[in-house]
C-alpha cells in the first residue's frame, strides 16, 4: 500500500509532469490508516471498510469549514487496492518536543466553532463511542491474559450503554457538529509553517455529544498527565469560544465525566493491547491510565 499511495501523492501533486526531486515520506503506516507525503500534497488511505459516501459527505462538511478544519484537495475519495484515499494540503503539526507551545487556545476555540456549526443534514454519527468500543473489543480478543485487561472491562462495563456505542445518546446531552477524536495531533498549521491552526481528520466527523470532543485533555488531566494550568487554558479558551458543550461557568465535570471515562478506557485499553502485542511492560503514563481505570469502580472519592 504505502508504494501505491506514495506514487497516488505524486500524481495529485504534480498531474503533469514528475517531480523527482520533491520531499516525499510515509508519516503514518497502521492498519486504520496510511499516510504519506509527495512535496505539498499529502494522501491518505482510510481504514478498511470505510463507507466511501459517509466519507464524502464528511470531506464535503471540510470543504465548507476552511477556517476550522483543513480542506481538503479533491471533494471525493478515490478507491485504491481496496481502500479509500483522500488528498490533503501538507500542514505543519505540532510539535511534541515542545509541550510549553502546545496551542491549547487554539484547539479549544476551534472546535468550539466546530460545536457551533449546525450540522448539515445526511451527515453520519460521530464515530467516537464506537471507536472506543472497538479499543476494548480488541482488547479482550488480543490481551484478555494481561492482568489489567479485567480492570478495564469492569470500568468500561460501568459506563452507560450510549459511551459504549449500544443506544442513543439521551437528547438532554445535546447534540452538535463533532471532531469525534480530537487531540493536538488532530491541529497543523497551514500553510506551513507559520498559517493559521486547523484541525484534521475528519474519518469521525459527524453529529453527536459535544463533550465527547472535550474528554480526551479531559482524561489526561484527571489522570495527571496534563498540567492544571494546561487543562485551565483549554478549558477556558472553549468557553470565552461560547463551546455548547459546557455551561458558561462552574463545575464542567458533570457533563465531562462520563465521556472522561470512556476516553480513559479507550486509550489503556490501546495501551494494554500495544503492549501485548510488543511484548514489553507498561509504561508510566500507561500505568496511570489503567490506576485511573481501576478507581472508577472503586467507591468515588473524585474525578476518575
Not at 463511542?129 to 478495564?152: D, F
Not at 458533570?254 to 502485542?277: E, H, I, N, Y
Amino acid at each position: 500500500m504505502p508504494a501505491d499511495l506514495h506514487a497516488h501523492a505524486r500524481a495529485a501533486a504534480h498531474p503533469a509532469a514528475p517531480c523527482p526531486g520533491c520531499a516525499t515520506g510515509t508519516l503514518a503506516d497502521r492498519p486504520d490508516a496510511t499516510v504519506v507525503r509527495h512535496h505539498r500534497t499529502v494522501a491518505k488511505a482510510h481504514a478498511p471498510g470505510t463507507a466511501p459516501e459517509e466519507l464524502r459527505r464528511r470531506l464535503a462538511v471540510a470543504a465548507a469549514l476552511p477556517e476550522i478544519l483543513l480542506p481538503p484537495l479533491t471533494p471525493a475519495p478515490t478507491a485504491l487496492d481496496g481502500r479509500q484515499v483522500t488528498c490533503w494540503p501538507l500542514g505543519l503539526p505540532v510539535d511534541p518536543r515542545d509541550p510549553g507551545a502546545a496551542p491549547w487556545e487554539d484547539a479549544a476555540t476551534l472546535t468550539a466553532r466546530l460545536h457551533r456549526t449546525p450540522p448539515p443534514p445526511g451527515l453520519p454519527a460521530m464515530r467516537g463511542p464506537r471507536k472506543a468500543a472497538l479499543a476494548v473489543a480488541r482488547l479482550a480478543a488480543e490481551a484478555p491474559g494481561h492482568p489489567a485487561a479485567p480492570v478495564l472491562l469492569r470500568a468500561w462495563a460501568a459506563l452507560p450503554p450510549w459511551a459504549r456505542a449500544e443506544e442513543p445518546a439521551p437528547p438532554e446531552l445535546g447534540a452538535a457538529l463533532c471532531h469525534g477524536d480530537l487531540h493536538l495531533g488532530q491541529l497543523v498549521r497551514h500553510p506551513a509553517p507559520d498559517g493559521p491552526w486547523r484541525l484534521i481528520d475528519v474519518d469521525d466527523l459527524g453529529v453527536g455529544v459535544p463533550a465527547w470532543d472535550l474528554a480526551r485533555p479531559a482524561s489526561w488531566f484527571a489522570c495527571g498527565l496534563l498540567p492544571a494550568e494546561e487543562w485551565q487554558r483549554f478549558l477556558g479558551a472553549y468557553r470565552a469560544a461560547r463551546g455548547p458543550a459546557l455551561p458558561a461557568d462552574g463545575d464542567p465535570w458533570p457533563v465531562l465525566d462520563v465521556p472522561a471515562r470512556a476516553l480513559t478506557v479507550q486509550t489503556a485499553s490501546r495501551s494494554v493491547t500495544k503492549a501485548v502485542l510488543a511484548g514489553r511492560p507498561l509504561d508510566g503514563a500507561e500505568e496511570a491510565l489503567v490506576d485511573a481505570c481501576g478507581r472508577m469502580t472503586a467507591p468515588r472519592t473524585g474525578v476518575l
